[in-house]
């Protein structure tokens, strides 16, 4: 399970993360639908501060041999659609939920008050019964204590936080495809 510990100095901020979420250039479909993401979600710069202990969780993907395997079984299918990440992100998710939920089960001796910050949207609500988030209805988060905010929405610059810990990230992805998850201990 590939896992750093890394220095609250190591994080770095920029308020300015949070309106990459919306651009010129990208519309993600959560921003403004979703009790965690921009621009409700929160700026915690100064609440991350709180904690001691931080650890950055990733996956690493092997994005070339699943072209190649993929070019193999659908042929007629170009780079460019199998490259599509849409395809691959409840699969990414899911995978880096479960390295989370190890690591979790294999650091007990930590555990406490913690703030994990997920990959991507928070998911909690989309399951047969509650049908997504229910943002949009003005209602309030069915499940204020299981909010999974991700590091992108509370401020965090995850490229260069990355880069910064000397981690190979390919930005666009053309080898390997990463996924990251920041877990705080207080």
């Not at 699969?91 to 913690?114: T, V, Y």
């Not at 990959?119 to 999974?148: Q, T, V």
């Amino acid at each position: 399970m590939p896992y750093l510990e890394i220095n609250r100095k190591d994080i770095i901020f920029d308020p300015k993360v949070q309106t990459y979420c919306v651009s010129s250039n990208f519309q993600c479909p959560s921003y403004g639908h979703s009790w965690t993401c921009p621009p409700v979600a929160p700026y915690l710069e100064g609440g991350v501060s709180h904690y001691q202990k931080f650890f950055l969780i990733y996956i690493q993907f092997d994005l070339k041999s699943y072209i190649e395997g993929k070019k193999k079984n659908y042929p007629r299918r170009s780079e460019e659609s199998i490259r599509n990440t849409f395809f691959m992100k409840n699969l990414l998710r899911d995978k880096l939920e479960k390295e989370i939920f190890q690591f979790l089960n294999e650091h007990q001796d930590l555990l406490g008050e913690k703030l994990i910050l997920w990959d991507g949207f928070c998911r909690i609500c989309f399951n047969k019964k509650d049908k997504g988030c229910n943002y949009d209805s003005g209602i309030p988060c069915r499940y204020p204590n299981k909010k999974r905010y991700s590091m992108e929405a509370v401020g965090i610059d995850v490229t260069i936080t990355v880069k910064n810990l000397n981690l190979a990230i390919e930005w666009p992805p053309i080898n390997h495809i990463y996924r990251f998850s920041l877990v705080c201990f207080k």
